[in-house]
């Protein structure tokens, strides 16, 4: 295993990190640790706890065990530095609202209590809408969005936090390869600009094409490190049980 | 109108608008339900706290009745949460078990005082204007008009104060509680705001209807406009129009006014239901039919395209024996071939179908697409 210089700093550090419902673990003493300006990938097999390492991280889950730290601090400390793309069938898309309202709760979090958006949030947002290709349906009910659209605007909401970190559920299940070139796109910019990007992802095809770190999660963590070093045959193996080869 | 009957108006109106204002945020939350267990178990909430302070209209018995709400909502979370029963089942354990220990206390402990079953049941809201407010002699009006105007201020500042709250963590909760809008602490001050009007409400229209005015104006009202304010306006409308025409209906029919307010709210869902523009159900089959009749238009014009070669057009393109082809009711096919004639897309030539020059450029059109 490659080893880290220990000059890099860390974005994401995950420390003995258990997470249980009743007696049986979900997350079982991970250590992670996600060097700023890397976009990583974590992957497993169905239950391997993906989603909830990211809900985690955001404090949505509380520990048994161990501890979270986004840039040093806490989540709640350093929470502004940290925007969230859930997986879109977490919300319910017949909401009374339309695309660039969705957008601009991504500045909720600046606004703080009380205090409504105003022009420049919306200019915010609307930039964002432009970035994702969705600015021409930025009045369109969301009911009306198609798969792609709809994790369009949820990157679009995540984009106007203005963040240092990115964690994204799955944001390529069920749509089009339009949107998905779309959106890789615009997350290896992100990580040009020195953000740290995490996605939750299932595809093991485009492990290799899309990132260049990946955490093989299943309970436990199997390995993490850079792609072309840990992404193996092997590695697979350990984590999906031999289910599935490359 | 005579004094009382006018009180006895405006006292229905403040229910109906007090009721519909929560009852926006609880439709959208999928909680629909959570009313009827909370407006059940402050009735357990209403007689401790008049056991305590002996006073129906105290705002000690209001606050205290609207903290058993939220306390049955918390039962119910701590229930839910040890996996060991369902949510909607430990709703259905807690509620109806305050709400019979409260109309076990009324028939053992308040005997003479004017909460008898069947008021608990509809309210009783023609005898509101008898409890009044009465300061150093002067008559300022019924009692019940002051505390629902309060309830009423409340919910509105509630409502456009914490308005962005409430959206995102009814839309969002998990972003919500990552952004530091804690959608817990949400849930439960909208618990807390739905079981004091549930209390405020109480009097005029009982446990049962409370339910009516706060569900059904905001599921009518969301059946009609697609943004959140505009949800909450008109499903203060719906309830103001149906709390004064029930009134009417009632006072000439000499029936319940509380229960003729949730029926004419419930006949208002039911015409918006039917009549509804892009949600009603008539629009939709409209819609549908119209969808399928301009595809069935569309497959005539492929159709005729794909045989207009000399031949074989008179058997394939044959007005009598096209049905025949497309495998289409007799009937179903003259539909569509007259639709296309007066669309101008189809010529009938001597019994023998062929496109115009508009429906050869809706084929190329749509085949292009």
New interface residues.
Partial sequence: MVTETNTHVSAIKIEDLTVAYRDKPVLWDVDLDVPAGVLMAVSGPNGAGKTTLIKSILGLIKPVAGQVQVFGMSYRQNRKTVAYVPQKSSVDWDFPTDVLDVVLMGRYGHLGWIKRPGKKDKDLAKEALDKVGMLHLSYRQINQLSGGQKQRVFLARALVQDAMVYLMDEPFQGIDAVTERTIIGLLKELRSLGKTVLVVHHDLQTVKEYFDRIALLNIRLIVAGAVDDIFTDENLKKTYGGLKTF | MTTPQVEVLLIAVMVAACCSLPGVFLV?R?EAMATDAISHSILFGIVIAFLIVKDISSPFLLVGAALTGVLMVAIVEIITNT?LVREDASIGLVFPFLFSVGVILIAKKIGNVHIDTDAVLLGEIAFAPFDRLVIYGYDLGPKALYVLSGIFILNVLFIT?????L??S???P??S?????PSKVIHYCLMAIASLTAVGAFDAVGVVLVVALMIVPAAAS?LL????Y??IVVSLIIALVSSVSGFFIATQMDISIAGTISVTAGLCFVGIFFFAPRRGIIFLIAKKTRQKLDFAHLMLLVHISNHEKLQERYNENNVREIYKHLNWERIYTSTVIHMAINRGTVVDNKGVLSLSNKGKQHVIETIMK
């Avoid at chain 2, 406009?225 to 959140?228: D, G, N, P």
């Fill in positions: 959208l999928g996996k104060i914490f308005y962005k709250e959206k995102l009814t839309f969002d998990g972003l509680t990552t952004l530091g809008f969301y406009v697609e943004k959140l505009l949800m």
